[in-house]
């Protein structure tokens, strides 16, 4: 695992190309020039959504060429059989979650809205609908997000989380609650069949380590990290 770009070592086993950024990279809504460099990958086979932390999900069944600009691209998450195709996903706290089963790759952006709503369950629906795969074929790498030690909420977003979740999300320290992302998607991923041995957390929290990572929260504006997968 490198400094630059970090792997799955679940999703390395499958033989999938693919990784997490880090910011020592340069920020992914500016340049991709440094992940182009580390990887040697071609940013005209990426396909970039616009992401508006919702659940829906984007088949992509031909060349990126073809797709639609990226501003109607209204979606959080994206499938594809096609080999060539490079699905991105671009966050700074949110949970990027990279997919793979024999023949069909995913990637998937989970703020708490998306997480809350189940875009990661709709994700995996869509793969086992367009490849007819099993959901306990999936592997799943969840990469860099901020994590409990760090997401502290209101009663706006721990409420729905404690009637989803229970006590797979929840953290309380004193006064305070704390949501845990990371394992809120991973209960959705093993509701949807995903098996437990097949599920890999990448990375350390965002918000705890400026040098390595970008925040929304700890910085405002800021960059983002990119999430990539390909066939």
């Not at 950024?21 to 959504?49: F, I, K, M, N």
């Not at 998450?77 to 700074?92: D, E, F, K, N, Y």
């Not at 994700?123 to 795969?133: H, I, Q």
Request: charged share 25%; glycine share 8%; proline share 5%.
């Amino acid at each position: 695992m490198s400094k630059n770009l970090l792997t799955s070592r679940l999703l390395e086993r499958a033989g999938v190309r693919h990784g997490f950024t880090t910011r020592r990279l340069g920020d992914a809504l500016e340049d991709l020039s440094g992940w182009e460099r580390e990887t040697g990958l071609q940013p005209e086979s990426l396909v970039r959504l616009k992401q508006v932390h919702g659940t829906d999900v984007m088949m992509v069944d031909g060349p990126v060429s073809e797709l639609p600009p990226q501003e109607e691209r209204q979606f959080d998450a994206a499938v594809t059989t096609q080999s060539g195709v490079i699905l991105g996903i671009r966050t700074a706290d949110c949970v990027p979650i990279l997919l793979f089963a024999p023949g069909v790759v995913a990637a998937v952006h989970a703020g708490w809205r998306g997480t809350l709503e189940g875009v990661l369950k709709n994700t995996v629906a869509a793969m086992v609908d367009l490849r007819g795969c099993q959901a306990d074929s999936i592997v799943a790498a969840l990469g860099p997000c901020i994590r409990s030690c760090c997401y502290r909420v209101g009663p706006d977003v721990w409420e729905p989380f404690t009637r989803r979740f229970r006590r797979d999300a929840i953290i309380v320290r004193e006064n305070d609650r704390y949501v845990d992302l990371a394992a809120a998607n991973r209960a959705w991923l093993l509701r949807s069949g995903v098996l437990p041995q097949h599920i890999d957390i990448v990375g350390k929290c965002t918000h705890c380590n400026p040098e390595q990572f970008f925040s929304y929260r700890r910085e405002g504006s800021t960059g983002r990290q990119l999430a990539f997968i390909t066939l």
